[in-house]
Antibody, heavy 121, light 109 residues
Framework: QVQLQESGPGLVKPSETVSLTCTVSGYSMTSGYYWGWIRQPPGKGLEWIAS???????YYNPSLKSRVTISVDTSKNHFSLRLNSVTAADTAVYYC??????????????WGQGTLVTVSS | QSALTQPRSVSGSPGQSVTISCTGTSSDVGGYNYVSWYQQHPGKAPKLMIY???KRPSGVPDRVSGSKSGNTASLTISGLQAEDEADYYCCSYAGSYVVFGGGTKLTVL
């Protein structure tokens, strides 16, 4: 059974960088599938942030691309997200998820429970 | 890039059918057969209900179905049950990126 678990700081100050990690268990990331980050501001809808393949191939939301880096560490079976220059608008629950075999299919079949990141001084 | 357009809310009585629409453009929904749908209960992670427009993952009942016509995709839930009350989101490939809809709250009366 594929399981994903997000980890990271719950509180970040404005203008700082937030780093999140998603640890995958029950499945080797090198076996395939894209892996992604999706966020959801409180009371609002879902927003795709970025996706990565185990080889390092990446895709980014154009509206966030300048501030986001997604990376993968297959030796630890985890992938990470860095979002810099955060503002209150970045306050959200951040989910990691297993995507589709090909990026174009663009679906997310397994999700972590989500981690709330609050941007506040 | 803009979010896909969904109605803010829909409702139906137990046993009835409801359809949720998801309207995009020829650059996303209309351009590819890669639309997915997610169900989200309060405080929970989203759950994949439909992918590739009309395919159901294992475990999703066959009273849930998806379709697409032009730039609009649709999710239909028949035989409504109380547990279907949730938020629903559509999602589409948009050629090198992914876009979600704004979400629809389904109320079972």
């Amino acid at each position: 059974q594929v399981q994903l678990q997000e980890s990271g700081p719950g509180l970040v100050k404005p203008s700082e960088t937030v780093s999140l990690t998603c640890t995958v268990s029950g499945y080797s990331m090198t076996s395939g599938y894209y892996w992604g980050w999706i966020r959801q501001p409180p009371g609002k809808g879902l927003e795709w942030i970025a996706s990565i393949f185990h080889s390092g191939s990446t895709y980014y939301n154009p509206s966030l691309k300048s501030r986001v880096t997604i990376s993968v560490d297959t030796s630890k079976n985890h992938f990470s997200l860095r979002l810099n220059s955060v503002t209150a608008a970045d306050t959200a629950v951040y989910y990691c998820a297993r995507g589709s075999i090909g990026f174009w299919s663009a679906y997310f079949g397994y999700w972590g429970q989500g981690t709330l990141v609050t941007v506040s001084s | 890039q803009s979010a896909l357009t969904q109605p803010r809310s829909v409702s139906g009585s137990p046993g009835q059918s409801v359809t949720i629409s998801c309207t995009g453009t020829s650059s996303d929904v209309g351009g590819y057969n890669y639309v997915s749908w997610y169900q989200q209960h309060p405080g929970k992670a989203p759950k994949l209900m439909i992918y590739d427009v009309s395919k159901r993952p294992s475990g999703v009942p066959d009273r849930v179905s998806g379709s697409k016509s032009g730039n609009t995709a649709s999710l239909t839930i028949s035989g409504l049950q109380a547990e279907d009350e949730a938020d629903y989101y559509c999602c589409s490939y948009a050629g090198s990126y992914v876009v979600f809809g704004g979400g629809t709250k389904l109320t079972v009366l």
